[in-house]
């Protein structure tokens, strides 16, 4: 099991933020959350990850809530090109992630 | 860097042939993996390897095999093909110093088995 909850699918208006929820009630102390997304039938691509404080890059925000129990990746202005599967990932195999199904996001114009 | 390498891109198979998915990266990473993935699925890990010599099972290893002589390559063998076989395999890679957080993946490859 992939140990996070997501939705399967959300729709956003282009220009507007994107807010894609998380849900991993049952994480670990030390574990991290990683955001990925795949275009199409790309390989993924990495987004941002967090342990506890909110996170921002060039991409996207993460918020993390104090409990850690849920997450939030925001984009901020989606364009077209932000429709794509997007993952939340919380469990590693040593060097390795294990996926879930992601949430579909499609932005439209 | 041309990242991370898959060849072939496509591939069709009969039923109990056996055949490599080569994947080679050229960024000096310590781990690489393998994941498949079904149609309207998520990614499932297959193998992955944490540096040259050193492998280990991931979610679905069965019918798969893997070996890690260099560290620029990580072929995954199929041993007897099987129609379940029939997926996407994508190949990823990351350095140890940067953990499993940024991994790079190729573009895969398309298996079908008949």
């Known amino acids: 099991d992939a140990k996070t909850t997501q939705p399967p699918s959300m729709d956003c208006a282009e220009g507007r933020a994107a807010n894609l929820p998380c849900n991993h009630s049952t994480i670990s102390g030390n574990e991290y959350v990683y955001w990925y997304r795949q275009i199409h039938s790309q390989g993924p691509q990495y987004i941002i990850h967090?342990?506890?404080n909110n996170e921002t890059n060039e991409m996207a925000s993460l918020i993390i809530t104090e409990d850690r129990k849920s997450s939030t990746l925001i984009l901020p202005h989606a364009t077209l090109r932000d429709t794509a599967v997007y993952y939340c990932i919380v469990r590693v195999a040593e060097t390795a992630l294990i996926f879930g199904k992601g949430t579909t996001l499609s932005v439209s114009s | 860097n041309a990242g991370v390498t898959q060849t072939p891109k496509f591939q069709v198979l009969k039923t109990g042939q056996s055949m490599t998915l080569q994947c080679a990266q050229d960024m000096n990473h310590e781990y690489m993996s393998w994941y498949r993935q079904d149609p309207g699925m998520g990614l499932r890990l297959i193998h992955y390897?944490?540096?040259?010599?050193?492998?280990d099972q991931g979610e679905v290893p069965n019918g798969y095999n893997v070996s890690r002589s260099t560290t620029e390559d990580f072929p995954l063998r199929l041993l007897s093909a099987a129609p379940s076989q029939t997926s996407v395999y994508f190949c990823a890679s990351s350095s140890a110093g940067l953990g499993a957080y940024e991994q790079y993946f190729g573009p895969g490859t398309r298996l079908t088995v008949t």
């Open positions: 967090g342990l506890k």
């Open positions: 390897s944490v540096g040259a010599g050193i492998t």
